[in-house]
């Protein structure tokens, strides 16, 4: 949980946006008019809906909840007009298997509403992880995936990938990447 605070942390810190000096008075009038168009954009941030695939409405589990929580409070993830990964900081283990948890946010005009495919590649402090790997987005698997939305994506890893991913302690020298998004 510690991880996932701390890269949601430096990704807003990353994405922050700096002003220009100018004198006191002008300066603070800027960030007065700054506040009001950024409590303006929050609130819309604020639609950001968390969906499951339908085999999983109405029920409950730690990953549900997860995603639950990381929208309610980061409705600002994502970028507007593109579909967006998202490291939570955390894995899961289902059946012997070490998983990776993603959360994949569309703020696209398009639903996502047919499979998809595109490529990942995610390193940390130089050493790859994922590099260019082949990503299926099942709807009979993941669940449709509606513009303003997000959802938690799980991705298999190796015991050498989960080393790597164990190691994750400083967001800035994290990268990840999609690419060649297609929808089938």
Known sequence: ??????????????????????????????????????????????????????????????????????????????????ITLYYTGSTYTLNQQEYVVFMLVNKTTTNIDHDAAFKLNWSYDGQSIYQNQLVEYSISENGKLPTQSATIFLLPLTKEQESIVESITDGTKMSLSMSDLMMK
């Open 1 to 82: 949980m510690k991880k996932m605070l701390v890269l949601l942390a430096c990704m807003l810190v990353l994405t922050a946006c700096t002003q220009p000096n100018k004198d006191a008075k002008e300066a603070t009038a800027n960030k007065t008019e700054q506040t009001t168009k950024t409590s303006s954009s929050a609130k819309e941030e604020q639609a950001l809906k968390f969906v499951v695939a339908p085999q999983y409405e109405g029920k409950t589990s730690d990953l549900i909840e997860l995603g639950k929580k990381l929208v309610k409070e980061h409705p600002e993830a994502g970028k507007k007009g593109e």
